[in-house]
């Protein structure tokens, strides 16, 4: 055994263990923790990184690793692909520049931040990985339980009041998934997704109706994750509540339901679901355009930075629905483009927006917690000087306003930055002569939407600047540590990379479309695995 035969548990374990080390540590191992959390996203780059290449040379999965060695599909599995090796990258990404942000002052605000960092990025790493239904709402109970504590880091009685309804809805939308996945296996009898995917066409017509309703339970507990409207009236109060490094990291949980969608929509109920090909598909599209309606009117509304960023969340998600709604591959290729670009560009901003908001007067909100618990000497040798320390970079407002200004341009999709390559790939998609069959009103109207919600963004985001740039910093001299404006300006270079390099991410976001679109390689590649030493690597 090699191991490469373990890269698939990997993002699982090596984030679980170290989490575990540093609840040993004293709180005042600031400087190791700190070590370790961002060794650790290192790492998991490298590994998310090589899954991602496997899978492209594969042709659809990297890697299958039954836990426990127990035969397939009686135990559980954990399946790297295409999909699952993006989001694991994506999230390691994001948690590394946002624990670089955190080391500022952020990390110093509560208790137990980095381990609660790493164990979202357990359950997070676990959610995109993992090939079991059942498995799937353990690693969403893992990843709750630490952002309950994520998001109310701080303290401040605007988080703990946006914390207590963010724990009541989604203890809420847990129940409904363990429903959903209770009547789905009464009817089918498995939870294996792969294996759900091979048995759902052959159930009895007399089952349909129970297990079309544990389908739709199970969605709406997905879709409260992912934000659509009705269901998403939390998240603009919730993530601007947050710290802004916990703001950034949860940019990618909306993407948690999200991602779960995509794969148990095009998995189970695509064109060879039987009777239950395509349910749902109409409501993804229409609740979808409906969420970046509501979005955009959010972002119209919005004078607080923090908060235009809440709803650009909502505008981001609405997106990705309504593709799943409308169902091609073509435009779930531009889809899986727009939500690597949206999640890191939203990451950025929540960074941003405290650094901005700080120059409005509004610092006392931003850190409620201005008493630092821990502000003894540091372990790792002499007085801890994180939150005062650091170079101060010159020419801040230019550099801020820089920042913002790209910000805005990929959040409105502007050429020729790589958001405007998502979206027009979407639209192309939506409109071209390869797929005539889907352009009827639904798909108008979608198209419509998307080109006035970028419209309504764009206002925004220039109204926004103007009040920052040109009014309130106009003869304020800003203070900003290097080691807060480079996370930004990193994941910033990153959305800008994706524009130079368009051609070859696109081409693979189109290798990972038709593979959901075509999941027998996968389902295949599951149940038809050999299971050698704990894990095996697929073809």
Same mark, same amino acid.
């Given at each position: ?16 263990? +170290? ?44 890697a299958t690793y039954p836990l426990g060695n127990w035969p397939i599909p009686f135990g559980i599995v954990l399946v790297a692909?295409? @999909? ?21 002052? $952020? ?95 052959a159930v009895a017509a007399e089952d349909r109706g129970l297990l079309n309703a544990g389908i739709a339970i199970l969605g ?8 659509? $409207?009705?269901?998403?009236? =939390? ?48 409501? /993804?599209?229409?609740?979808?355009? /409906?969420t970046i309606v509501f979005g955009s009117v959010g972002v119209l509304a919005s004078h607080a930075t923090p908060r235009l ?26 889809? /899986? ?6 999640? @890191? ?6 960074? @941003? ?60 999709? @502007? ?28 798909? $108008? ?24 740039? =040109? ?8 203070? +900003? ?10 994941? /910033? ?26 999941? =027998? ?15 095996? +690597?697929?073809?």
């Amino acid at each position: 055994m090699t191991l490469a035969d373990h890269l698939a548990v990997l993002p699982i374990l090596l984030p679980l263990a +170290v989490a575990a080390l540093t609840l040993l540590l004293d709180e005042r191992r600031r400087r190791l923790k700190l070590a370790l959390s961002i060794g650790t996203s290192v790492v998991l780059i490298a590994v998310a990184a090589t899954l991602l290449v496997k899978a492209g040379a594969s042709g659809a999965v990297a890697a299958t690793y039954p836990l426990g060695n127990w035969p397939i599909p009686f135990g559980i599995v954990l399946v790297a692909d295409r @999909l699952s090796a993006i989001m694991v990258l994506v999230t390691a990404i994001l948690t590394l520049f946002a624990l670089i942000f955190a080391s500022a002052r $952020w990390a110093r605000a509560g208790v137990s931040f980095h381990t609660l960092v790493l164990v979202l990025l357990t359950g997070l790493n676990g959610a995109f990985l993992t090939g079991d239904l059942f498995n799937l709402f353990v690693f969403f109970e893992v990843l709750l339980a630490a952002s309950y504590g994520l998001v109310l880091h701080g303290s401040g009685a605007t988080r703990i009041r946006a914390g207590l309804h963010y724990v009541a809805i989604n203890l809420a939308a847990s129940s409904l998934f363990l429903i959903g996945v209770a009547l789905i296996y009464g009817v089918t009898g498995t939870l294996s997704m792969a294996d759900l995917a091979a048995r759902i066409p052959a159930v009895a017509a007399e089952d349909r109706g129970l297990l079309n309703a544990g389908i739709a339970i199970l969605g709406v507990a997905f879709l409260v994750k992912a934000g659509m $409207w009705p269901l998403n009236l =939390w998240i603009p109060g919730t993530y601007s509540a947050a710290s802004a490094p916990v703001a950034a990291m949860f940019a990618i949980m909306t993407k948690v339901g999200i991602y779960a969608v995509y794969r148990l929509s095009l998995l189970a109920l695509g064109p060879d679901g039987g009777a239950s090909a395509g349910f749902g598909q109409t409501f /993804l599209l229409v609740g979808g355009m /409906l969420t970046i309606v509501f979005g955009s009117v959010g972002v119209l509304a919005s004078h607080a930075t923090p908060r235009l960023a809440g709803f650009a969340v909502t505008v981001s998600s609405g997106t990705l629905l309504a593709a799943a709604g409308v169902g091609t591959p073509a435009v779930t290729a531009g889809a /899986l483009f727009y939500l690597v670009v949206s999640t @890191l560009t939203i990451g950025a901003f929540f960074l @941003l927006a405290e650094l901005v908001e700080r120059a409005r007067g509004g610092e006392e909100d931003v850190l409620a917690a201005t008493a630092e618990p821990f502000d003894e000497d540091d372990e790792d040798g002499g007085p801890d000087s994180s939150a005062e320390g650091g170079l101060v970079i010159p020419a801040t407002t230019a550099i801020l306003g820089s920042a913002f200004a790209i910000c805005a341009m990929l959040f409105a999709g @502007l050429p020729p930055l790589s958001g405007f390559l998502a979206k027009f790939s979407m639209l192309s998609a939506m409109i071209g002569t390869e797929a005539p069959s889907v352009i009827t009103a639904p798909t $108008w109207t979608l198209v419509g939407i998307l080109v006035v919600s970028s419209f309504a963004v764009l206002i925004a985001m220039v109204r926004t600047g103007i009040s920052i740039f =040109w009014v309130t910093m106009k003869d304020v001299q800003l203070k +900003v540590r290097l080691v807060e404006i480079a996370p930004v300006t990193a994941l /910033l270079a990153i959305g800008v990379g994706l524009s130079v390099f368009g051609g070859e991410v696109q081409a693979y976001m189109e290798d990972t479309a038709a593979a959901l679109h075509a999941p =027998w390689g996968m389902i295949d590649a599951v149940l038809g695995a050999p299971v050698v030493g704990g894990g095996s +690597v697929s073809p």
